[in-house]
Each structure stands twice: as structure tokens, then as C-alpha cells.
């Protein structure tokens, strides 16, 4: 009898657990023999936040520890709204269940190089086309309705207000230097009109970023082929979803700029100080923002003196 998973209720003591995979791969093991599924030799991901194995070369198992149940509900109920929608390939749901309190599912393995390997590699254009693929993929996520999506909690407006309230302290904590600290008060107070709901909400996964999907090569070159990974999906403002590829991918160079915008649906005439003005609130605003160590752009930090010349970087028209 394999051993059960321990009630964890805290992530760094899951997370030190999980970097052991002897202490779970049999227990993984013993979930596909109770599905009937192969697993003769499984494939660990070291990355991301839940247990992830890849069962052999078509299924993927996927276990969320009890206090992440959050992200199962997110990640089922994306896939399950988003299915046959999309132009590009997304996982399809084989087996869902539970094992001590830990939900799981095993999801179909899609083809492609993942993005964050192939990604530094890639001649320009094909960064171009990607990121305007990606926009294209962002958009159409988008027009999908949210269903059941919309019962995800919080919602928007609660999100946003705990995300205003610690975002000083955050920022603070996570070494944003003095000079953009400094305009941060002014920003907020004009955060929540800002930051509110323009339209409808929609679909957002968070992170369009190249952990997050798959490439291949056909055509021309390199193309977006899939995405996975929808265990921080909510609903709320469109906008939300430029920021992973503005902060990993477009590194503040214009032409990639103007292709992820184009894809999206904006114009270069689009780009204007208010709509930066709302990306640079967003991007201080997202669940995971760290922008010290997350905008790819060499030596931003010396760069810019304020708020306002870091939005121009990021955003040039």
C-alpha cells in the first residue's frame, strides 16, 4: 500500500517535500494503476507549484496539495469552459479525482519545445510572431464567455483591494529601488477608479509568460503551439493578461511591442500615457509582480528615475 499525503497547510514545507520526488512518486505511481493508465517510466517537473509528472508521452498527472485546492478548481474549470474554443492547443481533462484530501487530474501531454527553453534561442522575427500569436491567443481567451468562471473567488473588485493594500509593503519587502517607491503613493491613490472594470469581466490566466506554453516549428518558423498551466485563471480586466509578456518577452523593444499589442487588437495609437499609466498600476498590482527580478530588460533599473520613464520603457510606441 502506497503512503498517503500529508496534510500540508503552508507552502515552503510542501515545497521542500515536494523536492524529494521519492517521498510521492509512488504514491503518483499508484493513482495511474488505479486509473489503469502506464506509468512505467514517469517524468518529473521540478518547476511550478504542484506535483506534476508526465505519465509517459500522452498523459500528464497533475495533484494539488489540500490548501491549493484553489488551483484545481481553476485549472478543471478553465479547461472545461475553454475547450474546442481555441485555435491553439490546450490540455484536454482524462481523469479527475482525490487522494487524501490532495485533488487531481491527469491531462493529455501536448506536443512542442517549451517556451522557456526555445524562447532566448529564437531569431526575432520569430519572437515577433510569437508575441503577436500570443496576443491573437490572449484575445480569444478572452472572448470566450466566463461561465461558471465568474464564481471564482474573490472576485475583481476584492482581489484588487487587497492587492492595493499590500502594495506598498510588498514592493518594499521584495527591493524596489527608492526612486520608483517613491512614486508608488501617488499611483495608488489613483489606483481603484484606474484599476476597475472597463466592460465586462474576462477570462484571465495571469501568466502568458514561457514557462506557461509550448512552441514548434512549421511554416515560416517557430509558432505558438499550446497552452498549459490554468491554475491561477480568474475573471477581471482584459488588460491584466499583457503584462507576462510585457515583463518576460517584449523587453521594451518596439517592434515586439507593437506585435503583441497588434494581436490583441490595439494599435500603435492605442499605446497612449493612460493606457501605460493602467498597465504600470496592473503590473504593480498582479498577484505575482516583482518586477526586480521579473522585467527582462537589461539595466532597466538604471534607466529610468520614476514610475512614468519605467511605463515608457516597457510600452514604447
Not at 500529508?6 to 495511474?32: G, K, S, V
Not at 485546492?69 to 490540455?91: C, D, K, N, T
Request: net charge neutral; with cysteine; proline share 8%.
Amino acid at each position: 500500500m502506497a503512503a498517503s499525503l500529508p496534510p500540508f497547510t503552508r507552502y515552503e514545507p510542501f515545497r521542500a517535500w515536494r523536492a524529494d520526488p521519492a517521498q510521492w512518486l509512488p504514491i503518483a505511481r499508484d493513482i495511474a494503476r488505479g486509473h489503469g493508465l502506464a506509468c512505467a517510466a514517469p517524468h518529473v517537473f521540478s518547476t511550478g507549484t504542484n506535483l506534476v509528472i508526465a505519465l509517459d508521452e500522452k498523459l500528464i498527472l497533475k495533484i494539488f496539495p489540500s490548501f491549493l485546492r484553489a488551483q484545481f478548481v481553476s485549472e478543471r474549470g478553465a479547461l472545461a469552459q475553454l475547450r474546442g474554443r481555441l485555435r491553439v492547443a490546450i490540455p484536454e481533462i482524462v481523469v479527475e479525482g482525490e487522494r487524501d484530501g490532495w485533488p487531481y487530474l491527469v491531462i493529455t501531454r501536448l506536443a512542442g519545445v517549451l517556451g522557456a527553453d526555445a524562447w532566448p534561442s529564437l531569431p526575432e522575427a520569430d519572437k515577433e510572431r510569437v508575441l503577436a500569436q500570443i496576443g491573437e491567443t490572449i484575445a480569444a481567451v478572452q472572448r470566450v464567455p466566463v461561465g461558471p468562471l465568474g464564481q471564482i473567488e474573490p472576485g475583481w473588485d476584492v482581489f484588487m483591494r487587497g492587492q492595493i493594500e499590500g502594495c506598498r509593503a510588498r514592493h518594499a519587502r521584495l527591493g524596489l529601488p527608492q526612486k520608483l517607491l517613491d512614486g508608488l503613493n501617488e499611483l495608488l491613490r489613483d489606483a481603484a477608479p484606474l484599476v476597475a472594470l472597463d466592460g465586462p469581466a474576462v477570462i484571465l490566466t495571469g501568466e502568458y509568460i514561457p514557462e506557461n506554453f509550448l512552441l514548434g516549428r512549421r511554416g515560416p518558423g517557430w509558432q505558438l503551439a499550446g497552452l498549459i498551466d490554468f491554475g491561477d485563471v480568474m475573471t477581471g480586466r482584459r488588460e491584466y493578461d499583457l503584462l507576462g509578456p510585457s515583463a518576460f518577452m517584449t523587453a521594451g523593444m518596439p517592434r515586439r511591442v507593437r506585435s503583441l499589442f497588434e494581436g490583441f487588437g490595439y494599435s500603435a495609437a492605442d499605446i497612449t500615457p493612460e493606457l501605460k499609466r493602467l498597465l504600470m498600476a496592473l503590473m504593480l498590482l498582479h498577484r505575482a509582480s516583482d518586477p526586480v527580478r521579473h522585467i527582462c530588460i537589461e539595466d532597466w533599473q538604471e534607466r529610468v528615475a520614476d514610475l512614468c520613464e519605467l511605463q515608457d520603457l516597457l510600452w514604447p510606441v
